[in-house]
């Protein structure tokens, strides 16, 4: 308190003395009240400096207001231009010494940290949610005002964590060097399929050709492990990681994050495909991190260090305007890795507050455990999330989970309340202005009333004409719209409401549309889910080639992301095997051709065995 009482002294003397000398025409050049500055500002303090010259220029500009004297209001209005001139000269010293400020406030975190807490305090420093995040040479000037203290400081265990943490981000910065003029080359050399993070190291993928480039042993050990998609977990509980592995870690990943994210968000031929890419980026980055804390449980300070920047990670991403709060979240994984990449992220998420980014977060996450068959979990996500929302006033978020908890009380047959939620997104999104939302609660109200009046074994014709009036409005506005996603969903929701009332011609245009949409959009859930359901329409109507062709399909696709849904379509294939014998598997090589451009030699060769597999698992 003593120490602030006597810098605002001291920095009242000085903007009077500058003052004083301007009045009296010692001041010759602008320059001259900058160097001033330089000369008596300490770095750290521009909030106090900033303070007393409020205090000054509001007094002041009283004086000019107020005086009636014309001599001494005459004096004011010199003085005020002299203040305004260090006005302008302040804006300049802090703009120079902003970021040497926010470094060493960065700094003296770290140092007055607890000693289980320096690298938390570190991975903060460098946290990209800052107002001014720092640059690849603010870095290099952190790691070297890092060294000065390791020299500087006598306890012994400081002086180790800081030798970490320097050796840490040089190495970090060395090794982004030889990475970053890989950063999208990868993607140019994927002969075939889509652009994402998943696939066999063969096939696509960065992770393998990073490996390659970083000359340290630890990226490179957990970029293979990530491309032969094995457990990050498992790895990491292994490994033998000190805090500068992790540091160097952060700084490569962070950068190939920046840096994809910023390429993909300027795809400008293509604007949905580059957000598709961003999503899948963001959620990969935060897995990895969520996994490595995980698998370091046995070492909290490096378990917590991962959880925060996985917590960064977020709530950046929460912040981008294409953040999926109507899924397709899934477009750009595969495999094991894909099932397990969001129920990493519970954990971190009850360390972050009641804001609206934990809102958007839970959005994606109850969205995703609904696709996994786990109902009850998403219901919780869901009520937390419009909970949050509601608090946060975030309507657009509010209106989503009250779409998300419309269609999951429709997977638990609580049609009531289905229809309930669907009533309120659909009121809150007309009275916002929330074209997407309310292309959704129509959507989902057509749907839940369908269903309903199927239950309740209602014959009416009425009532089916109106549910199926909703859902027209709703694939009309989302067409008006542009919007893949909803328009997906609402083509999927006639579909399966036409087989619902097993009028399966009928289906057959709409499940192809919301096949085809989904496709657009990259959602892997209701592409599994329309090709479901055509197989089913297929069947009714005994065109069984078709039925085969949709149904393989729509299984794999749905148990690649764990949806239980592809168990029921594997029952349907057994079924369709029965009855046409080894005619089956020679249908089925002859639409190899069809089914390898959507899901690869991998996933074609793996069909038989999941068919396998469901038939093992009845009899278990």
Not at 266 to 274: F, S
Not at 542 to 550: I, R, V
Request: aromatic share 10%; charged share 20%.
């Amino acid at each position: 308190m003593t120490e602030s009482i006597s810098l605002s002294d001291r920095y009242l003397n000085l903007i009077d003395n500058i003052v004083e000398i301007t009045l009296k025409g010692q001041i010759r050049s602008k320059e001259q009240v900058y160097q001033m500055l330089v000369k008596e500002i300490t770095p750290g303090t521009g909030e106090i400096f900033e303070r007393c010259f409020d205090q000054r220029l509001q007094s002041t500009q009283h004086q000019v207001e107020t005086e009636t004297d014309e001599l001494k209001q005459a004096k004011a209005n010199r003085r005020l231009r002299a203040i305004k001139t260090i006005q302008g000269e302040w804006e300049r010293w802090e703009k120079q010494n902003r970021d040497q400020e926010a470094l060493a406030s960065s700094v003296q975190n770290i140092l007055n940290a607890e000693p289980q807490e320096r690298l938390t305090a570190l991975f903060s420093a460098i946290d990209p949610n800052q107002k001014q995040p720092l640059t690849l040479n603010q870095l290099q000037k952190l790691a070297q005002t890092l060294d000065q203290e390791r020299t500087q400081t006598a306890n012994p265990d400081l002086k180790q964590d800081l030798q970490q943490f320097l050796n840490g981000i040089t190495k970090g910065l060395e090794s982004w060097q030889h990475l970053q003029p890989y950063l999208v080359s990868w993607i140019y050399d994927q002969s075939r399929g889509q652009i994402g993070f998943g696939g066999t190291p063969e096939q696509k993928g960065p992770w393998v050709l990073w490996g390659k480039q970083v000359n340290s042993s630890f990226p490179e050990d957990l970029f293979n492990t990530i491309a032969f998609e094995k457990s990050i977990v498992e790895y990491a509980s292994k490994a033998n990681i000190e805090p500068n592995n992790l540091v160097e870690l952060a700084i490569i990943l962070q950068c190939l994050q920046r840096g994809l994210v910023e390429w993909f968000d300027k795809l400008i031929y293509d604007a949905k495909v580059g957000a598709k890419l961003s999503i899948s980026t963001f959620l990969t980055f935060a897995n990895i991190w969520c996994q490595l804390a995980n698998g370091f449980q046995a070492l909290p300070s490096l378990s917590n260090a991962c959880f925060q920047v996985t917590l960064q990670i977020l709530r950046a991403f929460a912040q981008r305007e294409y953040f999926p709060l109507y899924g397709g979240i899934f477009a750009s994984f595969s495999g094991e890795y894909l099932k397990n990449t969001l129920s990493y992220l519970d954990e971190p998420l009850q360390r972050l507050q009641g804001t609206q980014a934990k809102a958007r977060i839970l959005t994606l996450l109850g969205y995703s455990q609904g696709t996994l068959g786990q109902y009850l979990r998403a219901m919780e996500f869901h009520k937390q999330a419009l909970e949050i929302a509601q608090n946060t006033e975030d309507k657009s978020c509010e209106i989503a989970n009250l779409n998300h908890l419309s269609r999951t009380c429709v997977a638990m047959q609580d049609y009531g309340e289905a229809i309930n939620y669907s009533q309120k997104a659909l009121m809150f999104s007309r009275q916002s202005g929330d074209r997407q939302g309310e292309a959704n609660a129509l959507a989902n109200l057509g749907f839940s009333e369908v269903f309903q009046a199927r239950q309740q074994e209602l014959m009416e014709t009425e009532i089916y004409e109106n549910a199926i009036n909703y859902l027209q409005q709703g694939l009309k506005l989302s067409e008006t719209l542009g919007d893949g996603q909803s328009k997906s969903l609402c083509f999927s929701s006639l579909g399966i409401a036409f087989m619902v009332l097993e009028k399966p011609e009928e289906a057959l245009l709409y499940l192809a549309g919301g096949w085809q949409a989904a496709q657009y959009s990259g959602d892997l859930y209701l592409q599994g889910l329309n090709l479901a359901y055509l197989a089913q329409a297929y069947y009714s109507l005994q065109n069984l080639e078709k039925a085969l062709f949709s149904g393989t399909l729509g299984m794999y696709l749905l148990e690649q992301i764990g949806a239980n849904e592809w168990r029921k379509t594997a029952g349907l294939m057994i079924i369709l095997k029965g009855q046409l014998g080894e005619d089956f598997m020679k249908i089925f090589n002859q639409k190899r051709g069809e089914i390898i451009p959507i899901i690869g030699v991998d996933g074609y060769d793996y069909i038989p065995e999941l068919l396998d597999k469901y038939q093992q698992s009845l009899g278990e």
